[in-house]
């Protein structure tokens, strides 16, 4: 079941070029908005909402959607301005350059997920998918090598450009959801349980670095999904992740709209105390 919340009423503009960078943003505060919270939503299209739904227009090629965690938790927490440049396919290098231009000393709460396209697990998906077993197990272990030793000086400097930014906020980094059920994988079709097995070994991976970048972070919270996706991953009848569609590949292994308003923006709710 997907429930919408709806009562906070905002706006919120962004200029944004083909490539993604931001060259404006307004927020304007909502007119009944009791919280003096100003949040900003940086990150990559777990963040954007790909493969939500419901894209915003003005997003341009970011897809950011409606149904997206940030816009759900806006919407139901009416902050005093929201504005969101999360963008689908953003590394580090494209979070410091782009997105935390929208920061500014006013700004309370920031919530990102970056990482995974820095470390190729969208290449590393592909490989699994179209690829051997042996393809794919080599192409998780040099995905994981990689957040191991060079991811974290990638996130620290990333939370160091929002920390000047932004010197006051709050900042809730959010991981990533394990995409399969590895209980069911015996009588769900598609990739091989080793497949399987990599693959969630390399979201772990990734929520390790993240985990001890937070931790190495003045007010940085660490906010785990993984608990809150168990029993909805890839072989669970109520899945929140898109399974793999070779007709819509961006897509796959992408929450769904369960995804991000029962997964990731629950979790969100209990981090931004």
């Known amino acids: ?18 490539a993604g960078l931001v060259t ?11 919280s003096s919270v100003s949040y900003v939503a940086l990150g990559d299209s777990y963040s954007s909402g790909l493969g939500a739904g419901s ?14 965690y940030p816009e759900q938790w806006a919407a139901a927490n009416a902050p005093a301005s929201f504005v969101s440049v999360a963008c689908a396919g953003a590394t580090t290098s494209d979070v410091i350059s782009s997105q935390v231009p929208a920061l500014s000393a006013g700004t309370t709460l920031v919530t990102i997920t970056i990482g995974g396209n820095d470390a190729g697990f969208s290449s590393v998906m592909e490989t699994c998918v179209l690829k051997s077993t042996s393809s794919c197990l080599s192409a998780v272990a040099a ?15 990333t939370l160091q450009a929002i920390r000047q930014h932004a010197p006051g906020a709050r900042i809730v980094l959010l991981g990533y959801p394990d995409l399969y059920d590895l209980t069911k994988s015996s009588t769900c079709i598609g990739l091989s349980t080793q497949d399987r097995t990599a693959l969630n070994a390399g979201a772990d991976a990734l929520d390790s670095a993240l985990s001890a970048a937070a931790q190495g972070s003045q007010n940085t919270v660490f906010a785990d999904v993984r608990p809150q996706f168990g029993g909805h991953e890839i072989c669970d009848s109520g899945g929140w992740l898109h399974s793999v569609d ?3 590949i961006s897509s796959s292994y992408h929450p769904t709209a369960s995804g991000q308003m029962l997964g990731y923006e629950p979790v969100l709710s209990r981090n931004t105390g």
């Open 24 to 34: 404006a943003v307004s927020a304007v505060p909502a007119a009944d908005a009791a």
């Open 246 to 248: 070779l007709l819509a």
């Open 1 to 18: 079941m997907i429930v919408r919340i709806s009562r906070a009423v905002f706006s919120a503009a962004v200029m944004v070029s083909a």
């Open 55 to 68: 894209y915003i227009s003005s997003g341009g090629g970011c897809d950011r959607s409606a149904n997206a």
């Open 143 to 157: 995905a994981r090598s990689f957040a191991a030793t060079r991811l974290p000086a990638r996130l620290a400097s």
